[in-house]
């Protein structure tokens, strides 16, 4: 064959190759069922690793997305090419696409995009999962809370906490206000059997019915808006306005997710703490002004919101960050 000549070079397009590089490093990736990963993580003689944290974070992506996966274990190079797709499910589809698996993504896509983020998901898990409890205190009753539970990720860490520190009867709610969302959330807790989601509005008095006169032990709310967001964005502020107003001293011993939420107050030009010592609403003097999340409390250190998953960044190649997706 000839060679080519500059001009005809200039004329041909040249077709990327397309080279497969996992997820996260194989060595990192637990091979097992999500709902045998999820058993294995209740068991407390099971050490809670980042490495299981990162692959159980995988397994839910995948099984939200894919109904009636739950009991089959799901080969890496699957997880891949699903994050490879969701990497551009905004996007017209390609020849070959599955239409109805990208319709899916869409459908899905804000709480997916949270998920998405496996390393601060991860983080976030970790968090919850490796809080020390006391069952006896709360007579061997859990009571969980999930607010605004998106994928229900959240609420499996909370399953798997109580497990953990030997409760007996364990009882978790979600609240999620997406219709859409919900149905699909409700379908994959049910199936594994972590807890049950309420469509109804968590600014609304009856949203906090299924928990009437019980005392949540560990009460997750993850609607914090992005950085560059005040957290009105997210409903934030009016969501613990009044999970506090219904549930009053209820809460006194329960758990927080967040611990507590660093914001940044623009009129005053200072950093304000939200905890639940002030309802997560802040000093009154500034509950009307604009916040804008800064950081979190987590495992008991400050941390920026930027920094949160961090250490978990380790278990990812750095030709395969590209597919992951920010919460903040």
């Not at 996966?69 to 997880?79: S, W």
């Not at 696409?97 to 896509?109: E, F, H, K, Q, V």
Request: aromatic content about 10%.
């Amino acid at each position: 064959m000839s060679e080519l000549t500059n001009a005809q070079r200039s004329t041909l397009h040249i077709a990327p190759i397309r080279r497969y590089t996992p997820i996260i490093h194989p060595e990192a990736y637990d091979r097992s069922s999500l709902k045998q990963h999820i058993e294995r993580l209740c068991d407390p003689s099971t050490p809670v690793t980042d490495e299981s944290l990162v692959s159980l974070v995988l397994k839910c992506f995948y099984g939200f997305v894919h109904e009636g996966m739950l009991d089959t274990p799901i080969p890496l190079r699957d997880v891949t090419e699903l994050f490879n797709l969701f990497s551009r499910h905004r996007s017209l589809n390609e020849p070959g696409d599955d239409i109805g698996l990208m319709n899916t993504l869409r459908r899905y896509s804000y709480a997916l995009r949270m998920l998405a983020d496996v390393p601060k998901s991860a983080h976030i898990l970790r968090s919850i999962i490796g809080k020390k409890l006391c069952s006896e205190e709360h007579d061997g009753e859990f009571v969980g809370l999930d607010i605004g539970s998106g994928t229900g990720v959240l609420m499996i860490g909370q399953y798997i906490q109580a497990r953990r520190n030997g409760f007996r009867r364990i009882e978790s709610w979600g609240i999620e206000n997406d219709l859409f969302l919900g149905e699909r959330t409700f379908s994959f807790c049910r199936d594994l059997r972590v807890g049950i989601i309420v469509p109804v509005d968590a600014k609304r008095p009856e949203a906090y019915s299924v928990v009437a006169g019980k005392k949540p032990v560990s009460v997750a709310n993850e609607t914090i808006s992005a950085m560059s967001s005040d957290l009105g964005t997210e409903d934030f502020m009016s969501i613990n306005k009044m999970l506090f107003r219904v549930l009053r001293g209820n809460l006194k011993d329960a758990h927080f997710f967040p611990e507590g939420l660093i914001v940044y107050a623009r009129e005053q030009n200072v950093s304000v703490l939200l905890s639940k010592s002030n309802a997560f609403l802040g000093p009154k003097e500034y509950r009307s002004m604009h916040l804008y999340p800064q950081g979190l409390i987590i495992e008991e250190q400050i941390v920026p919101l930027h920094s949160i998953g961090e250490e978990f960044q380790k278990f990812f190649p750095e030709q395969s960050r590209w597919m992951l997706h920010r919460r903040w």
